[in-house]
């Protein structure tokens, strides 16, 4: 995070991201670790959702068996059950999670499952769902 404060490389990489990515991707948000940019898209997530008069989206969905990182805002998003932060649960927000998808090949019926299961929840929460 460079906090106002930049340098050449960091100007550098940031026009050759701009310039490898797809036309209106022209913003880049450099942070120092994984759990941080997870931390900054559900912040940024939130502020959108806010900023346009629907602070009620402010919970996540996410995928049970995803891990995410160490930081508070990370950790809520990891799975809950399998995930390695359970003496942490009663400190993170409560988030919304769907199963992860089980298509070993094209005969399991497991990826359209987790797709109805993932259409459902977004369905019936949408009103809270900020991503």
């Given at each position: 995070m460079f906090g106002g404060l930049s340098h050449r490389?960091?100007?550098?990489?940031?026009?050759?991201?701009?310039?490898?990515?797809?036309?209106g991707l022209e913003k880049v948000f450099l942070c120092d670790s994984g759990s941080v940019s997870i931390e900054v898209a559900m912040k940024m997530a939130v502020q959108y959702w806010y900023t346009i008069g629907k602070d009620s989206k402010s919970r996540f969905l996410t995928?049970?068996?995803?891990?995410?990182?160490?930081?508070?805002?990370?950790?809520?998003v990891c799975d809950p059950v399998n995930g390695m932060h359970g003496m942490f649960a009663k400190n993170l927000a409560k988030q919304l999670f769907v199963d992860s998808p089980s298509c070993s090949?094209?005969?399991?019926?497991?990826?359209?499952?987790?797709?109805?299961?993932?259409?459902?929840s977004l369905k019936n929460q949408h009103q809270t769902i900020a991503a």
């Open positions: 490389p960091a100007i550098d990489l940031c026009k050759l991201l701009v310039d490898i990515t797809p036309n995928l049970r068996n995803g891990y995410h990182g160490d930081t508070f805002g990370a950790m809520s090949d094209s005969s399991d019926n497991g990826e359209e499952a987790s797709i109805q299961q993932m259409s459902e």
